[in-house]
């Protein structure tokens, strides 16, 4: 029985993603930053276990803790909403040292095992805001668009080796806690200047009836890409995002 390690799992699409796994027969092992069993159902095939992707030391824990594993997916992340003159640089470090240098990290963390074994799956969930360029989300847009390059790049260098490295990109997905992690983000609010726009924005979304993104939609893109070995490169996840692919 093939394992898999999800980060991010204490909600929305990583809760959805191990959910999935678990259902279809895999060992799942799922990270939170504060490991709650009862969020997915109790399983001989279920492990819950701590990770703070920002801390050296927690992801060394985990990686001896987990053992082997067949597929990592990367989903782990925050999000933040406003505008770059309301964007601290504190904030902004704390959005790439999550999206972009954790990933990095739990990636980094698995190769050798990868490596040693000629084979593995590493599956990076970054977003369609990557596809076309939307307000208020700059810094945020920047940290998944790093992932983006960072795996493209990355799956030429590990395809030698036989291990794969794909890409999940999720549309608009407002059942997940997105918006409400991005607005912890937001002490100061928007600056004074943008407040139109930026309420503009947000009437905007709360009004539209366009198709959205729902968590198993990325649940099944994660499932595509660790199972299929034909599977392309970017995989939207998504009504919403395979109109964005496609456009």
């Given at each position: 029985m ?26 799942v ?37 987990a053992?082997?594993i067949?597929?990592?997916v ?27 240098l ?17 084979g ?37 260098e ?17 059942e ?14 928007f ?6 726009l ?20 990325v ?9 299929d ?18 456009a």
């Amino acid at each position: 029985m093939k394992t898999i390690l999800i980060t991010g799992c204490s909600s929305g699409f990583g809760l959805e993603i191990a959910r999935d796994f678990l259902e279809r027969g895999w060992n799942v092992i799922a990270t939170m930053r504060t490991p709650r069993e009862d969020l997915l159902p109790p399983s001989e095939h279920l492990r819950v276990l701590p990770l703070d992707v920002t801390d050296p030391q927690s992801i060394h824990r985990l990686i001896d803790a987990a053992g082997p594993i067949d597929a990592l997916v990367n989903n782990a992340g925050i999000g933040l909403l406003n505008a770059l003159e309301g964007t601290s640089m504190d904030a902004a470090r704390e959005l790439f040292e999550t999206n972009t240098l954790g990933t990095i990290a739990m990636t980094q963390a698995v190769l050798p095992q990868f490596r040693e074994r000629a084979g593995g799956v590493i599956v990076n969930v970054t977003s369609t805001v990557t596809l076309r360029p939307l307000h208020l989300l700059s810094v945020y847009t920047a940290t998944k668009a790093a992932v983006n390059a960072f795996t493209e790049s990355l799956a030429l260098e590990l395809e030698p080796f036989g291990i794969r490295v794909r890409l999940v990109l999720p549309g608009r997905a407002p059942e997940t806690r997105f918006g409400e992690n991005a607005r912890s983000r937001m002490s100061a609010g928007f600056p004074e200047a943008y407040t139109g726009l930026a309420q503009g924005v947000m009437n905007g979304w709360a009004q539209s009836t366009d198709p959205v993104t729902h968590a198993a939609d990325v649940a099944e893109a994660v499932w595509h890409a660790v199972t299929d070995p034909a599977s392309p490169m970017r995989l939207p996840a998504g009504a919403d995002a395979v109109a964005w692919a496609a456009a």
